[in-house]
C-alpha cells in the first residue's frame, strides 16, 4: 500500500510531463485515472509509454453534451484533477475550475503550462528550450565559447513541470484535509525550472559565481568538476570539489601534490584541465573503474542511459525493475512503511472505459448508446 493509497486522480491526457507526474503519483499509490482523447492527437502516442504505467484510462469526449456529463460525474469522486492545457481551453470545454468545484468544493484543480495561466506570453506555444530560456537555467550550460548546450527535456517539462505539479497536488491535498476546501493551483515550467536555479542566484549574489559560461565551479569551468575522455572512447566524471575528495583523486590518479595548492585557484584551472584530459586518455575507462570507483574520488563511469540497469550499485538497490518484460525505473523515493510500487504496467487508452463507467452508475445499455455515439471510446477505436 502506498503513501497515497485512497486519493483519486483525474489526469487529463498530454505530453510529457503530465504523464509523467501522473506516473509518480500513481506509482505511490494514487488512483490515477488518464482521460484520453477519442480524437486522434497531434502528436502520436508512444508505442511503448513508461509514464502510463500503473493507471486507469477512460476514452470521453470533452466536446459533447454526455461526454462532459460524465466528467463531472467523475470529479464528484475525486480528490484532484490536473490539466496542461493552454490557458482558457478548459473553460470553453465547459469544465472550468468553477464549474468543477461547484460539483466537488474539495476538488483541488492543478494547472500546468509552460508560461503559467497569466502574463504576455501565457498564451503562446513553447516547449522546453524556451521555459528554460526564459528562467535563466539554459544560458548557464554549455561551453563559453559556443551558444548554450540544449539539454535534455529535463529541467523545464519533467523537472520545473512534472514534479513541481506532483508537489503542488499533495501539499494542496494535505491542506484540503484541514480546511475542506480545494484549491487552483498555476504550475510554471519557467517558474519551475527558476526555482530549480536557486542556488546559482545564491552563489551569484555571494560572489561565487561569474557572468562566463564554462568559468564557475559547477558548469565545467574546474577541471576537477568535469567529464573526461578514455582511451576506448568513452568517458568518466569526476566530481571532487572538497579538499579531502581532491586528495583522494591526487593519490589514486597519481597527480602531482601540489595540485591541492592551488585547487581552488581559477586561473589555474585550463591548464590542470588539459593535463587530466591527456591523463584520462592513457587508460579505458573500465582501468579508471578498477583504479577509483569506490573511493572518496568522487569518481563515476559515464554510462549510456540503457546500460545504467546494469551497473553493479543500481542493481543492488533494485533501482530498475522488469514490467510485463520493459525494463524501467524503479519507484523512487523509497518508504519503508508504505513503498511505492508498480501494480501493472503501461495502461492503453480506454482500457478501463466500461468500468469507470459502471463505477459511476451507467448501466451496461447506457454504457453500450455512449459507445455508439462516440461519446466514450474502448480500444477498439
Not at 482523447?37 to 508512444?46: F, G, I, K
Request: one cysteine or more; proline letters at 8%.
Amino acid at each position: 500500500m502506498g503513501a497515497l493509497t485512497g486519493i483519486r486522480i483525474i489526469e487529463l491526457v498530454g505530453l510529457g510531463p503530465g504523464p509523467f507526474a501522473g506516473m509518480l503519483l500513481a506509482d505511490m499509490g494514487a488512483e490515477v485515472i488518464a482521460v484520453d482523447r477519442l480524437d486522434t492527437p497531434d502528436v502520436p502516442a508512444l508505442p511503448v509509454d513508461v509514464n502510463r504505467r500503473g493507471k486507469k484510462s477512460v476514452i470521453l469526449d470533452l466536446k459533447s453534451e454526455p461526454g462532459r456529463e460524465i466528467f463531472l460525474k467523475l470529479c464528484e469522486t475525486a480528490d484532484a484533477l490536473f490539466e496542461g492545457y493552454r490557458p482558457g481551453v478548459m473553460e470553453k470545454l465547459g469544465l472550468g475550475p468553477e464549474i468543477c468545484h461547484a460539483h466537488n468544493p474539495r476538488l483541488v484543480y492543478a494547472r500546468m503550462t509552460g508560461w503559467g495561466q497569466d502574463g504576455p506570453l501565457a498564451g503562446c506555444a513553447g516547449h522546453d528550450i524556451t521555459y528554460i530560456a526564459l528562467s535563466g537555467a539554459l544560458h548557464a550550460m554549455g561551453p563559453g565559447d559556443r551558444p548554450p548546450t540544449v539539454p535534455l527535456n529535463l529541467i523545464g517539462d519533467y523537472g520545473g513541470g512534472g514534479m513541481m505539479l506532483a508537489f503542488g497536488l499533495v501539499c494542496a491535498l494535505l491542506e484540503a484535509r484541514n480546511s475542506g476546501k480545494g484549491q487552483v493551483l498555476d504550475v510554471s515550467m519557467v517558474e519551475g525550472s527558476s526555482l530549480l536555479m536557486s542556488v546559482f542566484h545564491a552563489l551569484m549574489a555571494s560572489k561565487m559565481w561569474t557572468p562566463a559560461r564554462g568559468s564557475n565551479l559547477l558548469d565545467g569551468g574546474a577541471p576537477f568538476y568535469d567529464c573526461y575522455e578514455t582511451r576506448d572512447g568513452k568517458y568518466i566524471a569526476l566530481g571532487a570539489i572538497e579538499r579531502p575528495f581532491m586528495k583522494v583523486l591526487i593519490e589514486k590518479a597519481g597527480l602531482p601534490e601540489d595540485w591541492l595548492d592551488d585547487h581552488m585557484v581559477p586561473t589555474r584551472w585550463p591548464e590542470r584541465k588539459e593535463e587530466l584530459t591527456r591523463l584520462f586518455k592513457t587508460r579505458d575507462q573500465k582501468d579508471w573503474c578498477e583504479m577509483l570507483e569506490g573511493s572518496d574520488a568522487c569518481f563515476a563511469p559515464v554510462l549510456p542511459f540503457w546500460e545504467a540497469p546494469e551497473h553493479p550499485h543500481n542493481k543492488s538497490r533494485g533501482s530498475f525493475i522488469n514490467i510485463d518484460g520493459l525494463l524501467q525505473p524503479a519507484p523512487t523515493p523509497k518508504f519503508s512503511r508504505t513503498p511505492g510500487s508498480v501494480r501493472w504496467g503501461p495502461v492503453t487508452p480506454g482500457q478501463h472505459s466500461s468500468e469507470i463507467l459502471t463505477e459511476l452508475g451507467l448501466t451496461q445499455n447506457e454504457i453500450e448508446r455512449l459507445l455508439k455515439q462516440r461519446v466514450v471510446g474502448t480500444p477498439s477505436e
